[in-house]
Nanobody, 125 residues
Framework: VQLQASGGGLVQTGGSLRVSCAAS????????MAWFRQAPGKEREFVAA????????MYADSVKGRFTIVRDNARNTVSLQMNSLKPEDTAVYYC???????????????????WGQGTQVTVSS
């Protein structure tokens, strides 16, 4: 599966932004989908994940209550709605897909086999 992320940009503290990821070349509904982010000089970190149906979600504590992951299996897309943004949310955001035999939402990057190219999100103070 190929993943294409889009929607990043510059926003002020407290603002909102939505990033999206379009999938192609695979059966989208068989993948657990997730968003990760990586700030300069830091390791890639988990942000959110959605189960194959989208009925279950998981979030990092740092974004819980502010970010929402939503997938649309009919359109082969997964998006991340980000509200109440903070400067520490500044990073390149990556979408990722996992096709583990036992489909599990996980925060470990090495459990995801497919990655998009990333989209920059910058939150100004």
């Amino acid at each position: 599966v190929q993943l294409q992320a889009s929607g990043g940009g510059l926003v002020q503290t407290g603002g909102s932004l939505r990033v999206s990821c379009a999938a192609s070349g695979g059966t989208f509904s068989k993948y657990v989908m997730a968003w990760f982010r990586q700030a300069p000089g830091k390791e890639r970190e988990f942000v959110a994940a959605a189960s194959r149906s989208g009925g279950s979600t998981m979030y990092a504590d740092s974004v819980k209550g502010r970010f929402t992951i939503v997938r649309d299996n009919a359109r082969n897309t997964v998006s991340l709605q980000m509200n109440s943004l903070k400067p520490e949310d500044t990073a390149v955001y990556y979408c990722a897909a996992s096709d583990l035999i036992i489909p599990t939402m996980t925060s470990f990057p090495d459990q995801y086999s497919y990655w998009g190219q990333g989209t920059q999100v910058t939150v100004s103070s």
